[in-house]
């Protein structure tokens, strides 16, 4: 069973920082894609960057923003943000697509406002 934990969010004003960690349990292949996604209130939820064995996409909204990143020793995705926006408020979820099943974490509560 996989299972994914996020952390790492909180309340930031609009031009700072915060960095989201998704810790995975359970048996994974280095080659499974990660990703974040984020779901704003009233919205459906989309997707944000994943990674890939290094190769990485982001959403429009987010390139040069973002960075997502992997430590495979830890089974650990990373979500880096900077210059973080009001409209980035939302919650992040992590999933992992493992043997052509989707896994999700519990989500993790970014609200950007001064």
């Known amino acids: 069973q996989v299972r994914l934990v996020e952390s790492g969010g909180g309340l930031v004003q609009p031009g700072g920082s915060l960095r989201l960690s998704c810790a995975t349990s359970?048996?994974?292949?280095?080659?499974?894609?990660m990703g974040w996604h984020r779901q704003a209130p009233g919205k459906e939820r989309e997707l944000v960057a994943t990674?890939?064995?290094?190769?990485?996409f982001y959403a429009d909204s987010v390139k040069g923003r973002f960075t997502i990143s992997k430590n495979n020793a830890k089974n650990t995705v990373y979500l880096q943000m900077n210059s973080l926006k009001p409209e980035d408020t939302a919650v992040y979820y992590c999933?992992?697509?493992?043997?052509?099943?989707?896994?999700w974490g519990q989500g993790t509560q970014v609200t950007v406002s001064s």
């Open positions: 990674i890939t064995e290094g190769n990485t």
């Open positions: 359970g048996t994974i292949f280095v080659r499974d894609t």
């Open positions: 999933n992992i697509i493992h043997v052509s099943r989707n896994y």
